[in-house]
């Protein structure tokens, strides 16, 4: 077998939540632990693939042979992405903020004692993996992650269709928690879905690796 099936292959990766500020000791900020993209990319990496990994705040250490970028921001996250163009494959596994505060206050928000209702106005942040796919730079394989509670398939098929990535990385989040060591995945594609059985982070992240080396030397050969 081949060790290294991802040899010459350059992969771009995010991972973790992000972090919205909202002032300077307050931010807007998600579950995700980040587990499952730093498992991609020390697999990826493992694969033989040269792997750049965009991280959102998260304590984790830089798995070996891995190029990391630490970013807090959605909108930061962004423009890292774009400045990792081109790459083979892109797997986009950050739980991105959907929302930052409309504002950043440069001090302290007071709050004013009355128990009216905060004035924190919410603005959309961009979707990255949706604008990668209409970029003239889009990856020849682009790969999202969809993180549900319910009606996880059919959720991921929509997902597939309004984001126009080639695959949707689907997982239950009320049956495997965010933090959590283990997930059961269904990789939604355009010809089918692929599910497999609940098992650890890595090993998810190791049989995505050779499905996804499966996918590239397929297309070359075609
Ligand atoms: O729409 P939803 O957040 O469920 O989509 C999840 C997928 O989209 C993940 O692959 C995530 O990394 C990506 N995403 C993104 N930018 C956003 C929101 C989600 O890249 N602003």
Redesign the pocket.
Same mark, same amino acid.
Not at 92 to 96: E, G, I, K, R, S
Not at 144 to 147: E, I, K, R, T, V
């Given at each position: 077998a081949n060790h290294r099936p991802l040899y010459g292959r350059r992969i771009l990766i995010?991972a973790g939540p992000t972090h919205e500020p909202i002032d300077p000791v307050r931010y807007i900020a998600n579950r995700s632990s980040g587990k499952q993209g730093f498992a991609i990319a020390a697999a990826a990496a493992e694969a033989g693939a040269e792997v750049l990994l965009i991280a959102g705040p998260v304590p984790l250490p830089t798995p070996p042979g891995v190029i990391r970028v630490d970013v807090e921001t $959605?909108r930061e996250m962004a423009a890292e992405v774009e400045a990792g163009l081109p790459v083979d494959a892109a797997i986009? #596994? $950050?739980? #991105?903020a !959907?929302w930052r505060a409309a504002d950043t206050a440069p001090q302290k928000i007071k709050k004013d004692g009355s128990g009216a209702v905060a004035p924190l106005a919410l603005a959309e942040?961009? !979707?990255?993996?949706a604008g990668l796919a209409k970029s003239p730079r889009r990856p020849p394989l682009l790969i999202?992650? $969809?993180?549900e509670t319910n009606d996880v398939l059919a959720h991921a098929e929509a997902?597939l269709a309004r984001?126009g990535c080639d695959w949707i990385v689907a997982n239950d989040v009320s049956a495997d928690p965010m933090g959590g060591e283990t997930n059961r995945v269904h990789i939604v594609g355009k010809d089918g879905v692929d599910s497999w059985d609940r098992l650890p982070k890595e090993v998810v992240a190791r049989k995505l690796m050779e499905k996804i080396a499966d996918e590239l030397d397929a297309r070359i050969s075609a």
């Open positions: 995010t $959605a986009m #596994v $950050a739980a #991105v !959907d942040n961009p !979707d990255i993996l999202g992650f $969809a993180a997902k984001k």
